[in-house]
């Protein structure tokens, strides 16, 4: 089945530093992937759309110049955040669906909690 | 906005019990609503989907029917596993809203045996 990989599934940073997620899309090509964020015993909220060669669109009060989204290949999106501060902890996750599929497809990758000192 | 609602965890149940896990959703137009689940350690997995009124999905023994008239999608099975232990989240996307999906807070559901 379709597989999404996302790496590091763990990352603890000190505050100032960037850190930087990565979701590829093993086995299908995915022109349009996401990017979510899930507080602790709280639901997942969408940050950004990424479509492959042009710029992610943001969700409302997410800092575009904060988490930077690329999407540079059809099998490739990632997630910076810049300057990182302890309030940014939290649980990262992507998904992506299939070039060509409905835009309901979305197969997820597993996540990465990220711990800023 | 749109926005979905699913009853808190988490809970608890012997195997072969009878599960239900209440969604609610509001939405302008006709969302179609999904149920995920994540295993631990695991991303999330589309459970089942019904993409109109009165359609029932069902998936690995889970069902779930779309009831416009009480804006609801609660999953439901009949005998549950230590196996079907995991979080699960109610969900929704308007063809309108494009790719995004709304999700619920998420249901914890552990199965003892």
């Known amino acids: 089945g379709a597989v999404v990989s996302q790496h590091p599934s763990w990352v603890i940073c000190k505050s100032g530093t960037s850190v930087k997620i990565e979701c590829r899309s093993l086995?299908?090509?995915?022109?349009?992937m996401f990017w979510y964020r899930q507080f602790p015993k709280q639901s997942l909220m969408l940050m950004a759309t990424?479509?492959?060669?042009?710029?992610?669109?943001?969700e409302q009060g997410v800092e575009k110049d904060k988490f930077l989204i690329n999407h540079a290949s059809l099998t490739l999106s990632t997630l910076t955040v810049t300057s990182a501060h302890p309030e940014d902890s939290s649980f990262y996750i992507c998904?992506?669906?299939?070039?060509?599929?409905?835009?309901?497809?979305?197969?997820f990758g597993a996540g990465t909690r990220l711990s800023v000192l | 906005g749109d926005s979905v609602t699913q009853m808190e965890g988490p809970v608890t149940l012997s195997e072969e019990a009878f599960l239900t896990i209440n969604c609610t959703y509001t939405?302008?137009?006709?969302?179609?609503l999904f149920w995920y689940v994540q295993y631990p350690g695991e991303g999330l997995q589309l459970l089942l989907k019904?993409?109109?009124?009165?359609d029932k999905g069902s998936n690995k023994g889970f069902e779930a029917t779309y009831r416009k008239e009480t804006t609801s999608f609660h999953l439901e099975k009949g005998s549950v596993q230590v196996s079907d232990s995991a979080v699960y989240f109610c969900?929704?996307?308007?063809?309108?809203?494009?790719?995004?999906?709304?999700f619920g807070g998420g249901t914890r559901v552990l199965v003892k045996p």
């Open positions: 998904s992506a669906t299939p070039t060509g599929q409905g835009g309901h497809i979305q197969y």
């Open positions: 086995d299908f090509q995915a022109t349009t």
């Open positions: 990424s479509n492959e060669g042009s710029k992610a669109t943001y």
């Open positions: 939405a302008t137009g006709y969302p179609s």
């Open positions: 019904a993409t109109k009124a009165d």
């Open positions: 969900a929704l996307t308007q063809g309108a809203a494009g790719n995004k999906l709304t």
